[in-house]
């Protein structure tokens, strides 16, 4: 156990011994979100202990939703569906000492959604189960407990409430201290076991995984789990509290088989549409922003390929799954590629692929009425915490490994490919060192089960876009001109003749693949002429206009227009944070 003196008091945090140098923190049995859904993990709060699920992600404070969240809210079948914390019903909470309450009109998910949120900041023991060991303890947590918060559609629309709070994994530094007479150190995980000498650095390393393909949520302290991160590793230093890097390109390509796009393989996505993007876009990696939150004008350009339509309700692209290339894409080895620039690595840059499959996410009640399948990409919210205003959220780290080592010293966090749904079962437990070990394993075969390959006779109903210099030519569909034109001619001349008549009513009757092609090619013509005409605008859509898209304006210009507005200051009756 490990002692240290906090307002005149001795603060104890119990660790037990543990069969190794690292701390799992088991995922929770169920899954949240209104937008995923996404896995979670499962802890306890105060004395006697109350029980909830919290979406793993964040810095400093942890966000809790406390009893007060659901009192006057008629969605109680989803509010606060992960767990409530009531802090009259603990003996070990601390209300008192820090006594800040600020109404913060952000989000709980780093400003990438609207809502009016009303907390205060609290202290209260924490206790991470551990099965066949006594549970790690942590007194005088950092806290931030929501009493009060409605989370806004994109239009403005009527609120809706949250169904659970976040788990913070560190910070740059080993408190979270708060200016006072004396200052208030509050307890951050990982870095309290790392104090105790439990685990050996102050860090942790996550895959989110996937509910919908059966990719269990990874998360350990002091380490991470090597079999969850394949082939190269990028490492790089932290910008003050947040994980930045440098978005050099988005792609699409295919694994295995045919292509359901009408292009082999494309590139040049980023900036398609949009000349007033760079060489790069500096994107930040966070676990509570759910979506990709990239240019609108990048979004629109991978929708362009893709059986989407725009809501602007939601300002999401919602999949249309009657069209007859949606099944068929979703399952097949296709995905989009993210390079990141990576300057510890010998080739400088890192792709990180991202299957399709993980992007048909679900939007469910209270955001919308009826279960629907959306894909999920969005540009940044005006306002937003981030750095950079762009992101990469839970959507892309069902594909991506994820590791912080919040050194004060050497500070580092590292990005790699995760696996698919067939991974090691058995952790592979590595603790942090000057090099990166990774698993050997192919992310192919980690997928290779999973997914459907496409013949060539399937993916002909979408193979009619032209080439240009970043895409490989497609085979064509159906028919060729003179096949079809001799077709005709000689069905015209049978008319005349007995037996061609038979031969025609024949090939009406047990023809059918062969009207499909003809089919199929007038509407793959058809459809060439119509993006023929689109690509002369630069971004080649297929996506069904349900809404209008938004303008896109640049990052320096969004965030020029914001009034700026002074943060409120905090109580003079007691300290405030730093």
Same mark, same amino acid.
């Given at each position: 156990m490990l002692f240290y003196p906090v307002l005149g008091q001795t603060v104890i945090i119990h660790l037990y011994a543990f069969s190794s140098a690292l701390v799992q923190i088991l995922p929770s049995s169920r899954s949240y979100g209104p937008d995923g859904p996404w896995q979670t993990v499962n802890v306890s709060l105060g004395n006697p202990p109350q029980f909830v699920q919290l979406l793993p992600g964040g810095i400093w404070a942890s966000t809790i939703l406390s009893d007060g969240v659901c009192k006057d809210n008629t969605e109680a079948q989803t509010c606060g569906s992960g767990g409530l914390y009531d802090p009259a019903d603990s003996d070990t909470v601390d209300e008192t000492t820090l006594r800040i309450k600020l109404p913060d009109p952000g989000s709980l998910d780093g400003g990438q959604s609207q809502a009016n949120v009303s907390w205060r900041q609290i202290m209260e023991?924490?206790?991470?189960?551990?099965?066949?060991?006594?549970?790690? +303890?942590?007194?005088?947590?950092? $806290?931030?407990? &929501?009493?009060?918060?409605?989370?806004?559609?994109?239009?403005?629309?009527?609120?809706?409430?949250?169904?659970?709070?976040?788990?913070?994994?560190?910070?740059?530094?080993?408190?979270? +201290?708060?200016?006072?007479?004396?200052?208030?150190?509050? =307890?951050?995980?990982?870095?309290?076991?790392?104090?105790?000498?439990d685990i050996s650095t102050?860090?942790?390393?996550? #895959?989110?995984?996937?509910?919908?393909? !059966?990719?269990?949520?990874?998360?350990?302290?002091?380490?991470?789990?090597?079999?969850?991160?394949?082939?190269? &590793?990028?490492?790089?230093?932290?910008?003050?509290?947040?994980? @930045?890097?440098?978005? @050099?390109?988005?792609?699409?390509?295919v694994d295995d088989g045919d292509s359901p796009f009408p292009f082999a393989q494309k590139q040049g996505i980023l900036r398609q549409g949009n000349a007033s993007i760079g060489d790069s876009v500096q994107v930040s990696l966070d676990p509570l922003a759910p979506y990709l939150h990239l240019p609108q004008s990048t979004c629109a350009a991978i929708a362009s390929y893709l059986p989407v339509s725009y809501q602007s309700k939601y300002k999401l692209y919602f999949w249309n799954t009657k069209d007859p290339r949606y099944e068929p894409l979703v399952r097949s080895p296709s995905f989009l590629s993210f390079t990141f620039r990576a300057p510890s690595l010998p080739q400088a840059e890192l792709v990180?692929? +991202? %299957?399709?499959?993980?992007?048909?996410?679900?939007?469910?009640?209270?955001?919308?009425?009826? %279960?629907?399948?959306?894909?999920?990409?969005?540009?940044?919210?005006?306002? !937003?915490?981030?750095? =950079?205003?762009?992101?990469?959220?839970?959507?892309? @780290?069902?594909?991506?490994?994820?590791?912080?080592?919040?050194?004060?010293?050497?500070?580092?966090?590292?990005?790699?490919?995760?696996?698919?749904?067939?991974?090691?079962?058995a952790p592979q437990q590595e603790q942090f060192g000057n090099t990166f070990k990774s698993s050997t394993a192919s992310w192919s075969d980690s997928w290779k089960g999973h997914w459907t390959p496409i013949k060539e006779t399937v993916s002909t109903m979408n193979s009619t876009s032209p080439t240009g210099p970043n895409n490989a030519a497609a085979p064509k569909a159906g028919l060729s001109t003179g096949a079809k034109a001799g077709i005709g001619v000689g069905c015209a001349a049978a008319v005349a003749?007995?037996?061609? $008549?038979?031969?025609?009513?024949?090939?009406?009757?047990?023809?059918?693949?062969?009207?499909?092609? $003809?089919?199929?090619?007038?509407?793959?013509?058809?459809?060439?002429?119509?993006?023929?005409?689109?690509?002369?605008?630069?971004?080649?859509?297929?996506?069904?206009?349900?809404?209008?898209?938004?303008?896109?304006?640049? #990052?320096?210009?969004?965030?020029?227009?914001?009034?700026?507005?002074?943060? =409120?200051?905090?109580?003079?009756?007691?300290?405030?944070?730093?």
């Open positions: 023991t924490l206790q991470i189960p551990r099965p066949k060991y006594q549970p790690v +303890v942590i007194r005088n947590f950092s $806290i931030k407990l &929501v009493d009060k918060v409605s989370m806004n559609l994109p239009d403005g629309s009527a609120g809706y409430p949250p169904q659970l709070g976040n788990l913070a994994l560190g910070a740059p530094d080993l408190k979270h +201290v708060f200016d006072g007479t004396p200052p208030v150190n509050a =307890s951050l995980i990982p870095a309290a076991i790392y104090q105790s000498g102050n860090s942790f390393g996550l #895959h989110i995984g996937s509910v919908a393909m !059966g990719i269990p949520l990874s998360l350990w302290l002091g380490g991470y789990d090597s079999s969850r991160v394949l082939g190269s &590793v990028s490492s790089q230093p932290y910008s003050g509290d947040q994980l @930045l890097i440098d978005l @050099l390109e988005v792609g699409i390509g990180i692929k +991202v %299957p399709f499959q993980l992007l048909n996410l679900t939007l469910q009640a209270p955001m919308i009425d009826t %279960p629907t399948q959306y894909f999920p990409c969005r540009s940044p919210q005006a306002g !937003g915490t981030h750095l =950079s205003g762009y992101a990469l959220g839970r959507a892309f @780290l069902q594909a991506a490994f994820l590791a912080v080592n919040w050194d004060p010293n050497d500070g580092q966090w590292s990005l790699g490919q995760a696996p698919g749904p067939d991974t090691a079962t003749l007995v037996a061609g $008549i038979g031969l025609c009513s024949y090939r009406s009757h047990s023809g059918t693949r062969m009207a499909s092609q $003809i089919s199929l090619q007038q509407a793959a013509d058809a459809k060439r002429v119509e993006e023929e005409k689109l690509n002369r605008a630069d971004i080649p859509s297929m996506v069904e206009a349900a809404d209008p898209e938004p303008v896109e304006m640049s #990052h320096r210009e969004m965030f020029q227009e914001l009034p700026a507005t002074p943060p =409120s200051p905090p109580p003079k009756t007691g300290p405030k944070p730093r």
